[in-house]
């Protein structure tokens, strides 16, 4: 039997770059909402984060193919979000009847300045939603 895909075995895709280092952006670049992700499990149509493998009915056989064949029907049906997810994809935040918000505020704070491509400020990314959540980033 093949084992059942959920998101703890599910691959995860390298974006490092072959050779050398890692350039982290700067933070002047990160004040884009684009540039900020966060990684959740998505609860699926059977009320959990994963897929149980099917099972053949009762006085039924199903061999290895039609098992992958049923397990990709389900995955067709219900299929995962990815791993990491914008914070821009988030539902937004019902201020008034007419008017919505973003759930997130990504803000530069302090001397923002580059000095020799070095900066002094501080990228806030805070939750409207969650209050008291904010991630900080600061020269990589």
Not at 9 to 31: C, F, L, S, W, Y
Not at 68 to 77: F, P, R, W
Request: proline share 6%; hydrophobic share 30%; with cysteine.
């Amino acid at each position: 039997m093949k084992p059942v895909e959920d998101s703890e075995t599910r691959e995860i895709e390298e974006n490092a770059p072959e050779e050398g280092d890692i350039v982290m952006p700067t933070t002047t670049a990160m004040n884009a909402m684009s540039m900020w992700v966060h990684a959740n499990k998505n609860i699926l149509k059977n009320g959990t984060t994963s897929l149980k493998q099917p099972e053949a009915p009762e006085g039924d056989e199903w061999d290895e193919d039609r098992m992958n064949a049923e397990m990709k029907s389900l995955l067709d049906s219900d299929p995962y979000a990815p791993l990491l997810g914008s914070i821009g994809d988030d539902a937004k935040i019902s201020v008034s009847k007419t008017l919505q918000q973003p759930a997130w505020c990504v803000k530069l704070m302090g001397d923002c300045t580059e000095y020799k491509g070095v900066s002094n400020g501080v990228c806030v990314a805070r939750s409207l939603q969650w209050s008291g959540s904010y991630t900080f980033y600061n020269q990589g």
